[in-house]
């Protein structure tokens, strides 16, 4: 709404999350998954093709980034396309459907249980119930895992030597304390990846609002 051609930005947008979503689809995450359908469905779609450790993750990321600089010469030709007179107002209650809607269906999503969340949350009877986590912190030395809720338990079992990232299959044998059957260990290509991808777009946008900034100044002086 804050650009001269909305509809276009919106599609190039919404099939970029798309893109997004499938590709993250594709990735075996134990306990974890994509809410492709949501609100229709709240079952985790997850075709369980490929680790994000896997050699097509990096292959992506290196055509995403050559892609970026391939267009950079187009994109500082383009300028920065935003409308002289922007809709705020529908620009703001499009922000605030963004922020309010998803909680509604908070009921919704804890009812379908992602990522274990009930079985976490009920200390008392985890005894016996199976588990699985995705990316989450093993700590060799005192045989503990984190959890994302902040938790740390007692972990035994199949476990690597070293301490790091790793997705667990397991089952509770206490309420504090984890049995692992099988584990999978990561690396920190994912998070580099995203860092990368952030702060290059926060760059590109940087760049583009000074150079408009400037633009607009050097008209000024001239006018």
């Known amino acids: 709404m804050l650009t001269r051609q909305p509809a276009r930005i919106f599609l190039i947008l919404a099939a970029n999350c798309l893109f997004h979503l499938l590709l993250d689809a594709l990735q075996i995450k134990w306990g974890n998954g994509v809410h492709l359908l949501a609100p229709l469905s709240w079952q985790y779609t997850h075709f369980n ?4 450790e896997h050699v097509l993750g990096y292959i992506l990321s290196l055509v995403g980034i050559a892609y970026l600089f391939w267009k950079v010469p187009q ?15 529908i620009a703001l209650l499009a922000l605030v ?7 509604l269906f ?10 274990y969340t009930k079985t976490l949350r009920n200390n008392s009877t985890r005894a016996g119930k199976t588990i699985e986590l995705d990316r989450s912190y093993f700590s060799a030395e005192d045989k503990s895992i984190s959890l994302f809720t902040g938790e740390k338990l007692s972990v ?13 299959q397991g089952k509770f044998i206490s309420e504090r304390q984890l049995q692992s059957y099988k ?3 990561h690396n920190s290509y994912r998070d580099y990846a995203s860092k990368t ?3 290059l777009i926060a760059a590109m946008w ?6 408009k900034r400037l633009n607009h100044t050097r008209s000024r002086i001239k006018s």
């Open 49 to 52: 093709l490929v680790w994000p």
């Open 75 to 89: 994109i500082n030709s383009t300028h920065l396309c935003l409308h002289d007179s922007p809709k705020w107002k």
């Open 97 to 103: 459907f963004y922020l309010v809607l998803p909680v």
């Open 106 to 115: 908070l009921g919704q999503l804890e009812q379908s249980d992602p990522s």
């Open 156 to 168: 035994s079992g199949v476990l690597p030597e070293k301490s790091g990232t790793i997705s667990v």
């Open 183 to 185: 584990y999978h260990n």
């Open 197 to 199: 991808g952030l702060a």
């Open 206 to 211: 940087l760049y583009l609002l000074l150079q």
